[in-house]
């Protein structure tokens, strides 16, 4: 499976940005996807994930109710829709996603950029 992550770039503070995770898998929908994220010097961190079963959403504590995340099984697309960013948002965004019917990521995709300045 390969996914592409894109839409990042360069926001103020208080403005919003949507990123489209996009997948080669035949099968896209019975796979839980999920957004991580890497700050410079830091460890990659868990940002969001929507589950194959029933398309249940988690968020980590401080991107709640700012973010959402959504699919559209479709397309093969998940997107993170950013609101409100903040300076602590700018990081490289990374997607990922599972094998089917799991919500254990195995497949990467390259990360985005997204930078906020304030």
């Known amino acids: 499976v390969q996914l592409q992550a894109s839409g990042g770039g360069l926001v103020q503070a208080g403005g919003s940005l949507r990123l489209t995770c996009a997948a080669s898998?035949?099968?896209?929908?019975?796979?839980?996807v999920a957004w991580f994220r890497q700050a410079p010097e830091q460890e990659r961190d868990f940002v969001a994930i929507i589950s194959w079963k029933e398309g249940a959403t988690t968020y980590a504590n401080s991107v709640k109710g700012r973010f959402t995340i959504s699919r559209d099984n479709v397309k093969n697309m998940v997107y993170l829709q950013m609101n409100n960013v903040k300076p602590e948002d700018t990081a490289v965004y990374y997607c990922?996603?599972?094998?089917?019917?799991?919500?254990?990521?195995?497949?990467w995709g390259k990360g985005t950029l997204v930078t906020v300045s304030s």
């Open positions: 898998a035949r099968t896209f929908s019975n796979r839980g």
């Open positions: 990922a996603t599972s094998d089917p019917y799991s919500d254990a990521m195995r497949y």
